[in-house]
C-alpha cells in the first residue's frame, strides 16, 4: 500500500466535496439557470403589466389574462348578445365595441392601435377646422391656435448660434456693419422643408396664415430686446472691442431671415414701416412660392429670393415644397421680383451632387429674376437629422463654389465677380448697372464737394471784399 494514502481520511466532508466537486459546480448551475428562467418569467409578466396601463391611459377597455388559464368558450355567450338591429351609427359604434371586448390576436394590437390614433387624429383635425371656421365667422383672432409652443421655442432657442455674435462683434462681414445687425422674423411657418435646413424642420410648416398673430409694434420691441440681451452677455469679454460693443447695441440693420417664412406675415408692410421709422434697413429673405405677396410687398433695402435649384425635379428634391403648383409659384416669384423697382438678389446655396450641375438652367432664371446681385454661397452643414440625408460630402470646397460661379458668370451677360468671402464660402455676383450707379453715385458726390468748395470760396470772398 502507498503509505502516502495514509496521510488523507477519505471519510472527511472536505475531501468529499473536493472529489465530487463537479457534481456541485453542476448543481450550482442548475440553480443559477432556474433563476434566470424565474426573472424573465416575471419581466414578461411585469412587460404585460406595463402594456395594460400604456392602453388603459387610451381609454382602452383592457385585462391581463394568462393564456394558461384562458377559455375562449367562457365569453361566446358575452358575445352572442350583443344586439343586431341598429342604424349606421350604432352599428360602427358595436364593432368597435366588439373589436375592443372580443379575444384580440397579439398581430391584430398594432392595427387596432393605428386605427384609434387615426381617429384620435382625424377628431383632432375636425375640431381644429371647426375652430377655423367659427373663427371665419366670428372674427375672432383670439381663438387661434399659437404658432410656437413652449417645446418649440425651447427647440429653436437651442439652435440659435450665439458664438456668432463674439464674431460679428470684432470683424465686419462684406460691406455692412454686421455687428450692427438684427436676425429676426415675423414668421416661424414655412411653405418648405428644405433638406438643408438648420433648424431641421422644427417650425411649423403651412401654406397659409393660420395662427394667432402677434401686433408688428410688439415683434420689433421684443425683437430690439433680445438682441440687445444678447449682445450684452459678451461684455467684457476677451477680444470684445469696447466701441463695436456700444454700435451693437444700437440697431442699424434688420436681416428678416431667422426662421420661416417672413412675407407669410399678414402685416409684413406695417412691420416693415415700422423698421424703416426707426432708421432700421430691411433685409428681407423669401423662398420663392408668394408670388402675390411678392407683388403686394413694400419696397425694403433688400429683397432676397432663394433660388435652390434651378429645375423641376431638383427643386422638389432639395426644397420639398408644399405647394402643388410649386414650380409655376417659382417662376411667377421670379418675374415678380423682375418688375420690383428695388435692389434685388438671388440667393443659390450650393449641395454637392444635388445641385451644381445645371448652369445653362441657372442663366436662364437669372435672366428671367434680373437681379442686382447674386449671393452664392455653399451649403452648411448642421449636423446629423431625420429630416435630411446631407452628410460633410455634401459641403462644396471653397475652390468648387469659385470654379461654379466663375462658369455660371461667363454664361450670363453684364454680370461680374464683385467680392469674395472664403471663411463664409461665399462669392458676390453682381450686375453691372450697380457698378455704374456707384460711379454716378461717386461722381455726384465729387461735384456737391466741388460745389460746396465754391460756394465756401466764394463766401470768403464777399466777407473779404465787405
Excluded at 114 to 131: A, F, I, P
Excluded at 328 to 338: E, T
Aim: glycine share 4%.
Amino acid at each position: 500500500m502507498d503509505p502516502s494514502l495514509d496521510t488523507w481520511n477519505f471519510s472527511s466532508p472536505l475531501i468529499s466535496l473536493w472529489i465530487n466537486r463537479f457534481y456541485i459546480y453542476l448543481g450550482f448551475a442548475f440553480g443559477i439557470s432556474l433563476w434566470i428562467c424565474f426573472q424573465i418569467v416575471i419581466r414578461k409578466q411585469g412587460f404585460a403589466a406595463s402594456l395594460a396601463e400604456a392602453v388603459t391611459s387610451l381609454g382602452l377597455p383592457v385585462a391581463v389574462i394568462n393564456l394558461q388559464e384562458y377559455d375562449p368558450d367562457d365569453h361566446l355567450v358575452e358575445e352572442e348578445e350583443e344586439p343586431f338591429e341598429s342604424t349606421s351609427e350604432e352599428e360602427s359604434g358595436t364593432e368597435d365595441h366588439q373589436n375592443l371586448n372580443s379575444v384580440v390576436d397579439v398581430e391584430d394590437l398594432g392595427k387596432i392601435m393605428n386605427c384609434v390614433k387615426k381617429e384620435k387624429r382625424e377628431k383632432e383635425l375636425q375640431e381644429e377646422k371647426s375652430t377655423l371656421v367659427r373663427n371665419a365667422m366670428k372674427g375672432e383672432a383670439s381663438e387661434r391656435r399659437a404658432m410656437i409652443t413652449p417645446a418649440l421655442r425651447e427647440a429653436l432657442t437651442k439652435q440659435v448660434d450665439a458664438p456668432r455674435e463674439r464674431r460679428l462683434l470684432q470683424t465686419y462681414i462684406l460691406w455692412y456693419e454686421s455687428h450692427r445687425c438684427m436676425e429676426t422674423t415675423p414668421s416661424l411657418a414655412c411653405a418648405n422643408k428644405c433638406v438643408f435646413c438648420w433648424r431641421h424642420h422644427t417650425n411649423p410648416v403651412g401654406t397659409e396664415w393660420r395662427w394667432k398673430m402677434d401686433q408688428p409694434e410688439m415683434i420689433l420691441k421684443e425683437a430690439i430686446e433680445n438682441h440687445q440681451n444678447m449682445i450684452k452677455q459678451f461684455k467684457g469679454v476677451p477680444g470684445v472691442r469696447e466701441d463695436r460693443f456700444e454700435e451693437g447695441m444700437m440697431v442699424k440693420h434688420c436681416a428678416l431671415s431667422l426662421v420661416g417664412e417672413p412675407i407669410m406675415y399678414p402685416e409684413i408692410n406695417r412691420f416693415l414701416k415700422l423698421l424703416h421709422e426707426c432708421k432700421i434697413s430691411s433685409f428681407l429673405v423669401t423662398n420663392a412660392q408668394f408670388p402675390v405677396e411678392i407683388r403686394n410687398l413694400k419696397p425694403v433695402t433688400q429683397l432676397y429670393v432663394s433660388v435652390d435649384a434651378s429645375t423641376k425635379d431638383s427643386l422638389k428634391k432639395i426644397d420639398r415644397p408644399l405647394f402643388k403648383d410649386f414650380w409655376q409659384r417659382f417662376l411667377n416669384s421670379l418675374k415678380a421680383l423682375a418688375a420690383k423697382q428695388q435692389r434685388t438678389v438671388y440667393r443659390l446655396t450650393l449641395v454637392k451632387a444635388w445641385n451644381v450641375d445645371e448652369l445653362q438652367a441657372y442663366a436662364e432664371l437669372v435672366s428671367l429674376g434680373n437681379p442686382d446681385f447674386i449671393e452664392v454661397k455653399g451649403v452648411t452643414y448642421c449636423g446629423e437629422s431625420s429630416a435630411s440625408s446631407l452628410t460633410m460630402a455634401n459641403v462644396p470646397w471653397h475652390e468648387e463654389v469659385v470654379h461654379f460661379v466663375r462658369e455660371l458668370v461667363a454664361l450670363i451677360p453684364n454680370y461680374e465677380i464683385a467680392c469674395e468671402h472664403e471663411h463664409s464660402n461665399c462669392l458676390l455676383i453682381a450686375h453691372t448697372r450697380v457698378k455704374i450707379a456707384q460711379l454716378c453715385l461717386l461722381f455726384f458726390f465729387f461735384l456737391l464737394f466741388i460745389f460746396s468748395c465754391l460756394s465756401y470760396s466764394g463766401y470768403l470772398l464777399v466777407c473779404y471784399l465787405s
